[in-house]
């Protein structure tokens, strides 16, 4: 995900590793499904979803808040650490639709077992727990997506001894930089490929989707094997692309969503967006971005058009749970989405507003499902006053009333051909973190959804 994260965990002690000589052929095998989802958690869910959880759960996550991790590095004591009950109940009392999980970074170390792994020369690089099928079981039972982080050039954290199993030196010192060696490497490409196959084939629709990070300046030829390795179980999965460096090596923008990198910007983008709450990609103890602006960038992107996908939250769990300040983010952003649900959840983009990219937009706008009601969301109240003035609807709809949506106060509504003029009644105040005025479309001007 990050130079810095990846330099940080190069430095932690890996596992004593059982060489074989030459590997054998890689030869993925499906494994029985668990569970069944209750409910459609597949690509039109994770088109329209508004936000959901990344969690980047490497060698380098510790078991518990305010303990270090042990001297020597245990991937099944990590694995199975994982308390997979205690992390769904906090993504679903935040209201996340969706998690996306790593499922192996530094080091190439899997949350789960592999047989791809095994025959390549690296066994200790597999859980015996299947944390993520665990995971996808108690997500899916809950009406939750899961998706899985991969990073498929992330050979440089490998020991001398796993990079000869690909022909490549010991050259690399945990940075890409002039010395990668044979790139792109044939045997390598093999080998991401049929662990990709074997994870979709393992979980098939019980994983939602993929996010496939980068790695500049690495290559990986025919990049669109990747995405179709990663739909080998379930043809349906959405991939994310982490920047465009694979849509020059042919997985398009059609095949695989953008996800655009970002810290925080009070900003909506038209393209999948993530944000740091802690300020780390990988953990964070102290919260940088309070939930009323968490709220803020959600809805901002929830009436982006174009906008696909919501926008991923950063926060990553200890194996026991959240550190009790991330934990009550958590739980101050689900009340701010519940009581907004209904103007957040299911809408799209409304034609009364037109956002501006890339700057802090005051006022964003969603319509409900079938276009009769829309939700104007005031995210920065005006310096004086208590009206907002916005121009006459593109659509061409006229409203017959307007509230407020917390506690159903009626709201002012003037409307001219020329403007949209809505006036708090003398006894409300602005919500500093989202005002959400619903206006009522007049039937004779209810378009049929598009």
Request: net charge neutral; aromatic share 8%; with cysteine.
């Amino acid at each position: 995900m990050k130079h810095t994260l990846i330099a940080g965990l190069a430095a932690l002690m890996t596992a004593t590793t059982v060489w074989g000589a030459e590997p054998k052929p890689l030869t993925p095998t499906p494994a029985t499904t668990r569970a069944v989802r209750p409910q459609d958690l597949g690509l039109e869910f994770l088109k329209n979803a508004k936000f959901g959880i990344f969690v980047h759960y490497t060698r380098s996550t510790p078991y518990a808040f305010g303990k270090p991790n042990p001297a020597v590095w245990d991937l099944d004591a990590q694995a199975a650490a994982f308390d997979v009950k205690a992390f769904a109940d906090a993504v679903a009392d935040m209201g996340a639709q969706y998690v996306t999980m790593t499922a192996f970074h530094a080091a190439m170390y899997l949350m789960s077992p592999s047989k791809v792994m095994s025959d390549i020369g690296m066994p200790t690089h597999q859980a015996k727990r299947d944390m993520l099928g665990d995971l996808a079981d108690e997500l899916n039972q809950r009406g939750i997506a899961l998706c899985l982080y991969v990073h498929p050039v992330d050979q440089h954290d490998l020991t001398k001894e796993e990079r000869a199993l690909f022909g490549w030196g010991s050259e690399v010192d945990g940075l890409p930089g002039p010395k990668l060696g044979l790139w792109p490497n044939p045997k390598w490409n093999d080998f991401i490929l049929a662990l990709f196959k074997e994870m979709s084939l393992r979980y098939g629709e019980r994983v939602s989707g993929y996010w496939i990070d980068r790695h500049s300046p690495k290559r990986f030829e025919k990049a669109m094997r990747m995405a179709t390795a990663l739909r080998a179980g379930n043809p349906d999965a959405v991939i994310w692309q982490s920047g465009p460096d694979y849509v020059q090596d042919g997985l398009s923008l059609e095949e695989a969503w953008p996800a655009a990198e970002s810290g925080y910007h009070d900003r909506g983008e038209k393209n999948q967006c993530c944000i740091m709450p802690t300020g780390d990609w990988a953990l964070g103890t102290e919260v940088k971005i309070p939930a009323d602006e968490v709220l803020r960038a959600v809805a901002r992107c929830a009436g982006c058009p174009e906008q696909i996908g919501g926008i991923h939250l950063a926060l990553t769990p200890y194996a026991l749970g959240y550190p009790p300040e991330v934990r009550k983010l958590m739980a101050d952003f689900g009340k701010l989405w519940r009581e907004r649900k209904v103007s957040l959840l299911g809408t799209r983009p409304s034609t009364i507003v037109e956002p501006i990219h890339n700057l802090p937009w005051d006022i964003v706008a969603t319509d409900d499902a079938d276009g009769k009601t829309v939700y104007v969301h005031v995210l920065i109240p005006p310096a004086t006053g208590k009206s907002i003035r916005l121009p006459a609807p593109k659509g061409g709809q006229r409203f017959s009333s307007a509230s407020l949506l917390l506690g159903g106060k009626p709201v002012k509504l003037s409307q001219s051909a020329e403007a949209l003029e809505l006036s708090l009644p003398a006894d409300a105040n602005w919500d500093p973190a989202d005002t959400v005025i619903a206006l009522k479309v007049d039937a004779m001007t209810t378009k049929a959804k598009p």
